[in-house]
């Protein structure tokens, strides 16, 4: 299966394994990452622009997780000009809980761990689009708070539909999926069932905010193409932001957990909601003209930096995406492809693309895999 990019966005990855040949053990030999994601673009299409105008169009250029994206900028700018950020935030929060309830959504049910075409029951159709109809209300609530009685309706189709999915948090904050709905089935076709191996995560964390931030200042289009932090290869997303409640093999279980808790999160007492906003976005200053953010997006944890010059227009900008964490030239899904040993036929390729929508990348991909010597 090939994911079109025009689904996702621009760009688009390619995704090459070759392995030796069965005679020889058929190893994984080498994993091959080649993208066409545009990066860099940031400066050249902010520089010299009032900095008001910067997050919504940053927000429009991103096609998935434009919310987040568009958060990160009005904290960055928020820090930069000394302003309290996390006030940014929080008149946001509704949108973000619904921008990851609905991209998870999404990319779960139409990528490869969804339910097979043709086999989709009209009463999960109609669930899944109840609960996305709710995201977008409630995502649109940046742009116009949207009244009280609406957002709890609102709130209500959203949960109500997560329940019938199988989407549904138990008293300790586990996944509670019945047998027989359609969470339960993701698990068992894209889980510990399908034979796939997962390695444990090393998290991109908060602690690492500081010196990414100082490498993506140095070195904004090469940083945030391919980061790299030395003699570690941070994991972000669900499966990262986990903890050690989830193990290695359990990262689509993740996600989902990430969909039902966001859910949750929607009705949550102002306390709680406070303490997950606290651990969902940051954003400092570094001197009296530049700030950053870091926001944690559906797929990971999401970098902006800016620097104002002396009237309040952008002098320097720069982005960086999740999706170069997990798929960098030795990143974690490079890593768990090796591990898995996938064999050059059908079987092979369609275990790569389990693995890289696990990953959940921000743009379409391709997958093939050679054996050596038969490219």
Do not use: K
């Not at 008293?171 to 709905?181: F, I, K, V, Y």
Request: net charge neutral.
């Amino acid at each position: 299966m090939t994911t079109p990019a025009t689904s996702f966005g621009p760009g688009a990855i390619a995704l090459t394994v070759t392995v030796a040949p069965p005679a020889e053990g058929g190893d994984v030999e080498a994993v091959r990452v080649a993208s066409t994601r545009p990066v860099g673009f940031s400066s050249a299409l902010f520089v010299n622009r009032p900095a008001d105008e910067i997050p919504a169009l940053v927000g429009r250029l991103h096609s998935l997780c434009g919310l987040s994206h568009a958060t990160a900028a009005a904290m960055a700018v928020a820090a930069a000009r000394g302003e309290d950020a996390t006030a940014v935030a929080t008149t946001r929060f509704d949108g973000l809980l619904a921008e990851r309830l609905g991209e998870h959504l999404r990319s779960t049910f139409l990528g490869p761990a969804g339910t097979p075409p043709g086999e989709v029951p009209r009463e999960m159709l109609a669930d899944l689009r109840a609960v996305l109809a709710a995201t977008r209300e409630l995502a649109a609530t940046t742009a116009e708070p949207i009244p009280p009685p609406a957002r709890r309706a609102a709130i209500g189709r959203a949960r109500a539909g997560l329940e019938r999915l199988g989407l549904a948090l138990d008293r300790a904050g586990r996944l509670d999926m019945p047998p027989a709905s359609w969470a339960a089935g993701v698990v068992e076709r894209f889980g510990a069932a399908s034979g796939d191996r997962h390695l444990a995560p090393d998290p991109l964390t908060a602690a690492d905010d500081e010196i990414v931030i100082a490498a993506l200042a140095a070195d904004p289009t090469g940083f945030a193409a391919a980061p790299r932090l030395a003699d570690r290869r941070p994991e972000t997303g669900p499966l990262a932001r986990a903890g050690a409640g989830v193990g290695g093999g359990e990262r689509i279980v993740a996600r989902l957990a990430e969909i039902a808790g966001a859910g949750r999160l929607l009705d949550a007492r102002s306390q709680t909601r406070a303490r997950a906003l606290d651990a969902w976005v940051r954003a400092a200053s570094i001197d009296s003209r530049t700030g950053y953010a870091a926001v944690e997006s559906p797929r990971g944890r999401l970098h902006h930096l800016v620097r104002l010059d002396g009237i309040g227009r952008v002098a320097f900008y720069a982005i960086l995406a999740p999706t170069e964490w997990n798929f960098g030239a030795d990143g974690p899904f490079v890593a768990t492809i090796r591990a898995n040993r996938p064999t050059a036929d059908d079987a092979g390729r369609a275990q790569v693309e389990r693995i890289a929508a696990a990953f959940d990348p921000c743009v379409g991909f391709a997958v093939s895999v050679e054996e050596r010597g038969r490219a």
